[in-house]
């Protein structure tokens, strides 16, 4: 869950401007990410870890209520979209061991151990509580 994540975005200035840009750094940097400029090219990099970049993501949207603009729709929708391949990493550890062996009730401890990288321990207090459930 602490892997750090990164986005592209292409032409991030020529999309939404500059000023709009200086804004989403600095919102960036409240939530521990990192939004610049990929070397000396005209692409963009967001970098962080996933739950962080969710909730930056909440952010931006919030900001974007209030405002009653639509000036961060392209960076939410392309952070958005780029969460969505990275899901297992804004699911705690427990939840997704809980959420296998209920997909899987047959499912081995070393499968488990497997699929999640957590210890022994950890997936047989996960299987104690999917079946106390």
Not at 57 to 78: M, V
């Amino acid at each position: 869950m602490n892997q750090e994540i990164a986005i592209s975005l292409p032409s991030l200035i020529h999309r939404i401007g500059r000023e709009v840009v200086k804004q989403a750094q600095l919102f960036a940097k409240q939530y521990n990410c990192e939004l610049k400029r990929v070397r000396r090219s005209r692409n963009w990099g967001l970098t962080g870890e996933a739950v962080q970049i969710q909730a930056l993501s909440q952010h931006l949207k919030t900001q974007q209520l209030s405002a009653g603009t639509t000036e961060f729709a392209y960076l939410i929708r392309k952070v958005d979209t780029a969460l969505l391949s990275h899901a297992d990493k804004l699911e705690p550890l427990a939840a997704k061991l809980v959420r296998l062996i209920e997909q899987d009730p047959n499912i081995t401890l070393a499968e488990l151990i497997h699929l999640t990288d957590c210890t022994q321990a950890e997936a047989r207090t996960a299987r104690f509580e999917a079946e106390t459930w």
